[in-house]
């Protein structure tokens, strides 16, 4: 199977809407792609172009060695999956799951063997002669993933599947797409605005702002070495604590401690500290970088509280760092000296917002 390529791919609505700036990605066929932002990033927009839905103002896409920027869709041998399950309302499951295959004029015994196989695949067999109003939303997106399946495409599109379901239906079926999928040897591209999605269910993830591409990586290492202050602040929840601090002297004032810098050429004279709340924890006796501080609030997570507290400081305006701790302890209006492990601290530039080293 063929890899997909994208080639600086730009579209323009008006001078005043560029949703989509300059995308240049590759997809090989073993891999799964998810475009993750916030609304009116560009996803769905970057999405539509590779379906042949909308025309690119500039760039160009490639399906393995063939150039397909202006090929109708329906000659592109890519299959879609829409939020709105876009199903046949008037015919059973069975026909809608065989219609793209009738229309390709498929001989009657093959649409019988792909559709029995990809509806055992999910478990589909007992609702074959149901209409889609007779399913529910999980079953519908079911057919409507079965039928994206049954044209065995040279590639997967899948624009938010999942945001129509309740949460616990959404983690079911998110672990279906993913065996699914995973077993299937062409590239799949995911849209979504839900970070869950995409670090579950990615090889590879881009994350789009304003129509540019922010960071394009495996999911850990967007995770763990967001490229940006953007990528910080949008992917990880509870979200990172992102502190804007005055510099001194190789270090950074956090209230009325220190942290060490990292070693850039030039000290800034501000520079902002990202730590995430999981990686802040009380502090231990052998702990160097430490703080200390009072905690005005306390957020029932289940598993953890959500502790934010304010950082002793002799200047009016105390900094505020969140700590996700234990929940077998009151830590209402403690006071807690809480340790920020240097290998866990991320620095970024103020002016660009780029992470340092
Ligand atoms: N046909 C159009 N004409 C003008 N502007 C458009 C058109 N379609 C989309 N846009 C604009 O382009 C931008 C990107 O839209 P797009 O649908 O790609 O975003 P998205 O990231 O998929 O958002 P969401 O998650 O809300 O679906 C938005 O500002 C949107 O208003």
């Not at 590639?155 to 945001?163: G, V």
């Not at 950074?252 to 990292?262: D, E, H, K, T």
């Not at 830590?331 to 492990?341: F, N, Q, V």
Request: hydrophobic residues 40%; proline residues 7%; glycine residues 6%.
């Amino acid at each position: 199977m063929a890899k997909l390529e994208l080639k600086n791919l730009n579209k323009t609505y008006n001078p005043k809407v560029i949703p989509v700036k300059d995308i240049s990605l590759t997809v090989d066929d073993n891999e799964f792609l998810t475009l993750l932002g916030p609304s009116g990033c560009g996803k769905s927009t970057t999405l539509r172009m590779i379906a042949g839905l909308e025309e690119p103002t500039e760039g160009r896409i490639l399906l393995g060695s063939e150039d397909i920027t202006w090929k109708r869709p329906g000659d592109r041998n890519m299959a879609m999956v829409f939020q709105s399950y876009a199903l046949y309302p008037h015919m059973t499951v069975f026909e809608n799951l065989a219609s793209g295959l009738k229309l390709k004029k498929t001989p009657r015994s093959e649409i019988q063997q792909r559709v029995t196989e990809v509806s055992q695949l999910l478990g589909l067999e007992e609702l074959l002669q149901r209409k889609p109003g007779q399913l529910s939303g999980g079953q519908r997106q079911r057919v409507a993933v079965g039928r994206a399946l049954v044209r065995r495409a040279q590639a997967y599109l899948l624009d938010e599947p999942l945001s129509n379901l309740d949460a616990l239906l959404r983690e079911r079926v998110r672990a279906d797409i993913k065996q699914i999928f995973a077993a299937q040897k062409a590239p799949v591209i995911y849209v979504t605005h839900d970070q869950t999605e995409a670090m579950t269910l990615s090889t590879k993830v881009a994350v789009l702002n304003n129509g540019y591409v922010q960071q394009l990586d495996p999911p850990e290492r967007i995770y763990n070495h967001p490229a940006n202050l953007f990528v910080a602040g949008f992917v990880g929840s509870p979200q990172m604590n992102l502190l804007t601090l005055p510099c001194q002297e190789g270090y950074a004032i956090l209230g009325n401690f220190r942290v060490n810098l990292p070693h850039i050429p030039t000290v800034p004279p501000q520079i902002v500290l990202g730590i995430r709340p999981e990686n802040v924890r009380i502090a231990r006796p052998e702990d160097t970088q430490t703080i200390q501080g009072r905690v005005y609030l306390v957020e029932n997570l289940g598993m953890h509280n959500l502790v934010s507290v304010r950082v002793a400081s002799y200047q009016t305006e105390s900094p505020t760092v969140r700590a996700l701790l234990p929940t077998d302890q009151n830590w209402s209006d403690a006071e807690i000296t809480l340790a920020l492990p240097p290998q866990n601290i991320h620095w970024f530039d103020v002016q660009s917002g780029d992470a340092f080293g």
